[in-house]
């Protein structure tokens, strides 16, 4: 019995000796199977990328186009996830989403930062985690970032004061209503204004920020209306300002005796005032979004972008807006 017990368990032994054997891979098998797999799951790109898009504030009519167009573009590539993030014009919030961001690990950033100095740290954060960013519309502070894409804020600012020295023969009142001061472009659509004027006889006789908001643009120029008889032009940063003093001169009485001229240039909006003959003319600021979609996949992609995109700018006035407007600069 105890000779039979033995000989069972000698052959369960061969049994799985010849059976490990059978189930080992040879080295040509694994070429074949494991190894060629690494090998294509290096050299292929990711199959999906996830891009986060930090927009300062969805308050504007100008921003929500701007994502509208950064969505249209992303749609026709599947490869590509966007989630977008409004920061409801709070500078804090903004810093949060991109921190979440970051702590998402998404493949790219796309932010159109609020107030540059406050952005800066975060955008840096992003960029030392390896996470490409792509600053549209608005700076911050440095270079640090992967690529600006915008229009030159201040050459626009410049043909804007050219237009209106040449509008008013060169002397007239003007009430500048800005945009966000803290901001790049408000700086810039300001700094730009003044150097195209000072050899003038513009006066500026009244100046407000209206933090590109419609609302704050009426209720500025209601002050300045109770306060000066004459004031021939408005010049404000954005179309939403030109079209809040409008409405305040209207509600006065006054707004055949001012002109009014607006950046943004939107088709529903600024062009459709000139056409309406609210405006008196308006400078495009082109939303960058489609831009920003190509440079995102070329990053990605490990292709290389330049480090600035300037994007070109129209003037609409009633002698040209039907035309489609004439290219400045």
């Known amino acids: 019995m105890q000779h039979n017990t033995a000989r069972y368990m000698l052959s369960l032994a061969a049994t799985a000796i010849v059976c490990l054997a059978g189930c080992k891979k040879t080295p040509s098998d694994a070429t074949d199977g494991s190894s060629s797999g690494q090998a294509d799951g290096f050299a292929a790109a990711k199959a999906t990328y996830t891009i986060g898009m930090s927009q300062c504030n969805l308050g504007e009519p100008w921003r929500v186009q701007m994502n509208d167009d950064v969505r ?18 709070d500078t804090l919030k903004q810093r949060a989403h991109v921190e979440e961001f970051i702590g998402a690990g998404v493949d790219l950033i796309i932010i159109s930062p609020k107030e540059a100095q406050p952005l800066t740290e975060p955008v840096a954060k992003a960029m030392e985690a390896g996470i490409p960013v792509i600053v549209l519309d608005r700076r911050v502070i440095g270079d640090n970032y992967t690529c600006f894409i915008g229009a030159d804020n201040r050459l626009i600012g410049r043909e804007a004061g050219e237009w209106i020295v040449s509008a008013l023969g ?10 966000l001061m803290t901001s790049t472009p408000g700086q810039d659509r300001h700094s730009g204004f003044r150097e195209a004027i000072k050899d003038s006889q513009i006066n500026i ?3 407000a920020d209206m933090k590109w908001l419609e609302p704050d643009a009426r209720k500025e120029m209601e002050s300045a209306l109770s306060r000066f008889d004459q004031i021939d032009l408005v010049y404000a940063h954005n179309d939403p300002g030109a079209h809040g003093a409008w409405l305040a001169a209207n509600a006065a009485g006054r707004e055949g005796q001012i002109r009014f001229v607006g950046i943004d240039a939107l088709p529903h909006e600024g062009v ?10 308006t400078f495009q ?16 992609r490990g292709e290389s972008v330049p480090k600035e995109i300037t994007l070109g700018s129209r003037v609409f006035t009633k002698e040209n807006v039907e035309a489609g407007g004439e290219p400045i600069g």
């Open 72 to 89: 249209r573009a992303a749609e026709a590539h599947p490869e590509l996830k966007m989630i977008f993030k409004d920061a409801q014009n």
């Open 285 to 300: 600021y082109p939303t960058g979004g489609a831009e920003a979609i190509d440079a995102a996949l070329k990053i990605l």
């Open 272 to 281: 459709l005032y000139v056409k309406e003959g609210i405006l008196d003319a």
């Open 205 to 207: 006789i009244f100046e």
């Open 170 to 179: 060169g002397k007239g009142n003007v009430v500048e209503l800005k945009g």
